[in-house]
């Protein structure tokens, strides 16, 4: 469906990334926010907390993350899309109810800002840190989605892409901004509500008594019934059965959290996102996602220019990761470098893909700051050699 | 022995459980042992639903982690077994979600004021639109009877072997001060008056608190050797004290001490969204927009 005009700020601006992330949610449609200040992320519920008034919104800021998060869960149960932001302790703290969302089959929106971490590391500095934590930090096994800009037109654009496989795999969508692109401001053109496709939730057309929560209708995710729709349907965090009742047996962990996966894994190619630019005749392809992206990127073509074969792909998505074009990619070239503002996070997932096929480095960074584009020159040319 | 049944006094069993209408029958039975209190608890909480003509398709009750915390399992209504302590801001998101939604939080002591302690003084604070039935065994029962924050002083615990030694909270008092708008206390022994409470509370708004205070035979009467499931009713037969209107401040329990029950506070005051809706109102004027009663999805269209 189009998206409401109500929430949707048509036109050509000038906002950081933080900003667009707000606006991106409000022309997704979504209508309830629960936060809790941290740095650098607080600009998205400041901006949301100001236009909701105006758009039939509620912002409610709790005591918490975990309350924050918890709120999200049980807002979306009756049907209003709903987001919550944060950065890295904040993000820690949401990790549970992540979880919930995951094993009740909640769409819901989780923004990350990074920021320097570990603890309460650098809160106004940038990181990059946070990217297997996002993919892994509850307990348990489930999948998420995660998607990672690298611009403030891109944390708009994103942000309603977030929303709508939130809604279309019944799963928690994470988006990763980083400090930079959080505070940087760019133009950011928001289109009219009409070429704005967003997904509506996808509620069951049968009538209460025949249906049933996690009961699948061909589909690789359930129908939706929300809470004061006469449905009167039970959901728990227990391993549970297609009416969404505990089950505590072998059986049933098997057939509910291996469809938690199953619903991701199967689908990674329709969610996989990511873009890529001369790596036909590549020896070294780099590897980089948010701000990093932009800083490798001319640092890419700083190399083409001094006549090394290099490639770039950048991840859009960070989870489901390219597995399968990495794996391709690694019988042509000869080797990846990754760039990535941690110790080297990513990296080991191009190392897991690549399989032994082309050569993994990494060219990593604490925090604090980007990468020098010549320290990333030089990488590519030892990568090369 | 045998007697012969007087044939008058004989009747048809009926054909269903008259809660059945309320109830998840094809759940039971249920978890609780024997002598628990919380089966009681759900049946008054259905029988008040009944009492005060709720539209059931517009009730949504969210438990926690615990015994008690299997409450919403069992009722057939919209039910949300969230996580532990996480009961509150879960049906607070439901409430600001759908405003027309009649939330209900049934979940323990330990869920609720002690991992979710937090959550329980600010929304009360907030005097958001939920009815929390909290039932107070004095321990964690699920766990295997550790100490609770409403562990009576030199209670016996798991964790507390020689006897527990922190303060609990009051919380009546905890609750009252925060800023709720109704806090009533009473033992599942009292049926009659925890039914009417509860139907009170649903006429109510705001942040209501019925606390209910229940036997554990399995742990809390076991390591505390208070005897069985029905000397614990007879302890709050003989030592319930019905105090209506007691300042809180007095109604502290002690170990194997009175407990004052009855209603401690009844205050009309705004909730979160009458507060909301009014303060924006008057700053917006017609620009404010708020989230619609039936909630704030937006239909394919």
New interface residues.
Partial sequence: MKADPTGVLTGAHYLDGDYACGEGAMAAGCRFVAGYPITPSTEVVERIARRFPTIGGTFIQMEDELASMAAVVGASWTGTKSMTVTSGPGFSLMMENIGLAAMMETPCVVVDVQRGGPSTGLPTMVGQSDVMQARWGSHGDYEVIVLCPQSPQEAFDLTIEAFNLSEIYRVPVLLLLDECVGHMTEKVVIPEAQEISVEPRRLTSKPPEEFEPYRLNGKPVPEFARAGDGYRFHTTGLTHDERGYPVMSVECQETCVRRLVDKIRDNADEIVRFEEHDTEDAEVVVVAFGITARVARLAVETARQRGIRVGFLRLIALWPFPEKRIHELAGSVGSFLVVEINYGQMVLEVERCAAGRARVSGLFHGGGGVHDPEAIVEAIVEAAS | MSEEMNPELVREPPMEHPMAPYL?ME?IPHVWCPGCGIGTVVQCYATALEKAGCD???V?V?SGIGCSGRA??YM????????H??A???????K???P??LVTVISGDGDLVGIGG??FI?AARRNIDLMVILINNFIYGMTGGQNAPTTPLTAKTSTMPFGNFEPPFNLPHLAASSGASYVARWTALHIRRLTWAIEEAIDRKGFRLIEVIAPCPTLYSRLNKLGTGLSGMRFYHDNAEIRHGADTREVDIDFQSSIVCGKFVDDEKPT?NEL?DKH?GTI?GD??????P????????
């Fill in positions: 998840r759940r059931l398709d517009k949504s969210v919403a399992g057939k209504l919209d039910g949300f077994h969230a996580t302590g996480r509150i801001p879960f049906a607070t998101g439901l600001l979600g759908r027309e939604l937090n959550h600010h979160f909301m924006y917006l620009r404010y927009k708020p989230m619609p039936e909630g704030g999805m937006i239909h394919a269209g």
